[in-house]
């Protein structure tokens, strides 16, 4: 099996099933990374060390494009997380930055990105209007609208909310 044909994919599994799935996964011979982070738990009695999945409900599987709907089958694993209509496929290196940064950190937290609010300044992340800067006018759903001012007149257009983060002025 050649090495650049294997892909990174994310998976949705059953609530609280990340390293039952990961043992699986293990089991059957499947490459996969589940990130654990080690967390101090504290009972009236004791205190305890325990590795808990820092993704909730997610695991990554590195498999062959043709093979990867196999996955599906397997016991936990409820489907891929999508990107555009198709299984969102995650680069080797960010993989890697996310190994070396549990390497080197314990006890990390996850947090959201900083909510978007109206009137806030953002910058579009991708597509044809990659890194321009505007101000968000409206939100409605998963999409928002942005007014990017330019050469003198006001465009405005449509964006998928996560093509969005906010910016400092």
Not at 8 to 33: C, M, N, S
Not at 41 to 67: A, G, H, M
Not at 86 to 96: N, R
């Amino acid at each position: 099996m050649e090495e650049n044909n294997l892909h990174w994919f994310a998976v949705y599994t059953k609530p609280r099933w990340e390293k039952k799935v990961a043992k699986i996964l293990a089991d059957q011979g499947i490459e996969h990374y589940c990130p654990l982070n080690k967390v101090t738990k504290q009972w009236s009695d004791r205190k305890k060390v325990v590795l808990e999945p820092i993704f909730k409900s997610y695991v990554f599987v590195r498999v062959p494009d043709e093979t990867k709907w196999e996955l599906r089958k397997i016991d936990g694993i409820l489907n891929f997380v999508h990107w555009l209509g198709k299984p969102a496929k995650v680069k080797d290196e960010d993989i890697l930055t996310i190994r070396k940064f549990l390497n080197e950190f314990s006890d990390v937290t996850i947090e959201g990105t900083p909510a978007l609010q109206v009137n806030a300044k953002v910058r579009i992340k991708q597509g044809l209007l990659m890194n321009y800067h505007g101000i968000l006018v409206e939100i409605q759903g998963s999409r928002a609208k942005v007014r990017i001012e330019t050469l003198g007149v006001q465009l405005s257009a449509q964006f998928d909310k996560r093509n969005l983060e906010p910016i400092q002025f």
